[in-house]
């Protein structure tokens, strides 16, 4: 992933699952927090968002139609 200082100044949120498989929980939390972003952690989800989907889908477009 790219440093802080390498990328462009921008709005940014992860939305990652507690217990996903693939990706670092914590480590993506200390990323967002170096680069300023924001993160969502859904509690009971995984990296694939199973029985998440519409919940993410509203988490998204509702970020986007704050920030546009």
């Given at each position: 992933l790219p440093e802080a200082d390498e990328l462009e100044p921008a709005e940014r949120k992860f939305i990652i699952g507690a217990r996903d498989q693939l990706v670092d929980v914590a480590a993506l939390a200390d990323y967002a927090?170096?680069?300023g972003a924001a993160i969502e952690i859904y509690p009971s989800s995984?990296?694939?968002?199973?029985?998440?989907r519409e919940?993410?889908?509203?988490?998204v477009v509702t970020y986007i139609n704050e920030h546009i």
């Amino acid at each position: 992933l790219p440093e802080a200082d390498e990328l462009e100044p921008a709005e940014r949120k992860f939305i990652i699952g507690a217990r996903d498989q693939l990706v670092d929980v914590a480590a993506l939390a200390d990323y967002a927090e170096d680069i300023g972003a924001a993160i969502e952690i859904y509690p009971s989800s995984d990296h694939f968002f199973l029985s998440r989907r519409e919940r993410l889908a509203s988490d998204v477009v509702t970020y986007i139609n704050e920030h546009i």
